[in-house]
């Protein structure tokens, strides 16, 4: 330990004061840190919402009644249209993530930014106990006239931005199982809850937010289940995951029987495996257009996601696709309502693909 780190730690790590003989050891929530507090520190009432240690100086207060120290302060997201902005990247991020193995709920989904009141009231409401119980997030998935389904979810307001992105990927993750998994398949609420975690981790880890990842892996609210949802991705990949959802013949994953997330019922069978999955000279890679062919368009605005043959794309991006059985590089120049701007490497012209009509 260095000289600075030394003194540091001999500093009170709310009031920044010179430590006594007593000291009390605090988590930080944010780091899973141990903190060392004095003794009049531990005593204050007021702590913040996100790291749990007690507040003295410089806090933040937000409407709901709600503190804030002043580390934390800084790397909230204030803002509802910042917030809702950030869930919309986190929505388009997904579709990137997962393009080869599902699509989840766009359309008929709608994000609601609440304050603390405004969640406890949600939480309360009857049925609360059949829906996801994060502090952080709700959804209340329902069928609508003409059985088609809707998926209003809030966000608390006031998260860190990727805190944000991440329970806005568990909770589609939930729309994505109201829609998929069959209402006959025997499901432990857990399971159910490790799955949404597995979402949320991976799209933390594709943004590199170390602490966001440390933070699903040290909440234990899915009694284990996480933890063997992510051995399962690493182990056998995730369409394996996904059909055990759907047709899986257990309740959930069990540590001692780690290859039982194989075993689906045989009356419902996989659809066809990925292209990265594929076992070669046993199965063959499932069939692509034979020229550069805009599958679908997801996202609004500047946020828009175009699937491209096999290969999702955002604008201004280049990347590999599958056409036919070779490969080309494609640039997506411009992602318009119903068509996309492309040029394919080699050729000076560009090229206006367009959504075909069903």
């Given amino acids: 330990m260095g000289l600075a780190a030394q003194l540091q730690a001999q500093l009170c790590a709310v009031c920044n004061q010179q430590l006594a003989i007593e000291v009390y050891l605090s988590e930080d929530k944010v780091t899973n840190e141990q903190k060392r507090v004095c003794d009049q520190c531990i005593l204050l009432r007021t702590s913040c919402y996100l ?190 995951v996904m059909q055990w959802m759907k047709w899986g013949t257990d309740s959930r994953l069990r540590e001692e029987e780690p290859d039982r997330i194989r075993k689906i019922d045989e009356k419902k069978p996989p659809a066809a495996r990925p292209l990265h999955e594929i076992v070669p000279l046993v199965f063959e ?9 805009l599958i679908g368009i997801s996202g609004t605005g500047s946020r828009r996601l175009a699937l491209i043959n096999d290969r999702a794309f955002v604008a201004n991006e280049s990347g590999k696709v599958r056409v036919g059985k070779t490969n080309v590089v494609i640039h997506c120049l411009e992602i318009r309502d119903g068509s996309v701007i492309i040029k394919v490497d080699g050729s000076q012209e560009e090229q206006e693909l367009s959504l075909k009509l069903k």
Wanted: glycine fraction near 6%; aromatic fraction near 8%; charge should be negative.
């Fill in 51 to 240: 790291c749990s240690l007690p507040v003295k100086n410089n806090m933040t207060q937000l409407d709901d009644g709600r503190v804030l120290c002043a580390r934390d302060a800084k790397e909230v997201v204030l803002s509802e249209d910042e917030a809702k902005r950030d869930c919309a990247d986190a929505k388009i991020e997904l579709d990137r993530l997962f393009s080869r193995f599902t699509s989840f709920p766009s359309t008929n989904t709608s994000i609601t930014i609440v304050d603390r009141t405004q969640m406890d009231q949600l939480v309360r409401t009857p049925g609360f106990d059949r829906q996801c119980p994060s502090v952080y997030g709700y959804i209340r998935s329902r069928v609508v006239a003409g059985g088609q389904w809707k998926h209003p979810i809030s966000i608390l307001s006031g998260l860190p931005k990727h805190r944000l992105m991440a329970v806005c990927a568990h909770e589609y993750g939930h729309a994505w199982m109201r829609e998929n998994v069959p209402t006959t398949r025997d499901m432990d609420r857990d399971t159910e809850e490790g799955l949404c975690e597995l979402i949320a981790y991976r799209l933390m880890e594709r943004f590199n937010q170390q602490v966001e990842m440390n933070g699903i892996k040290n909440n234990l609210y899915t009694r284990g289940q996480f933890a063997l949802f992510l051995d399962a991705d690493d182990t056998y990949g995730f369409y394996t």
């Fill in 285 to 293: 890679p499932p069939p692509v257009p034979d020229k550069p062919t």
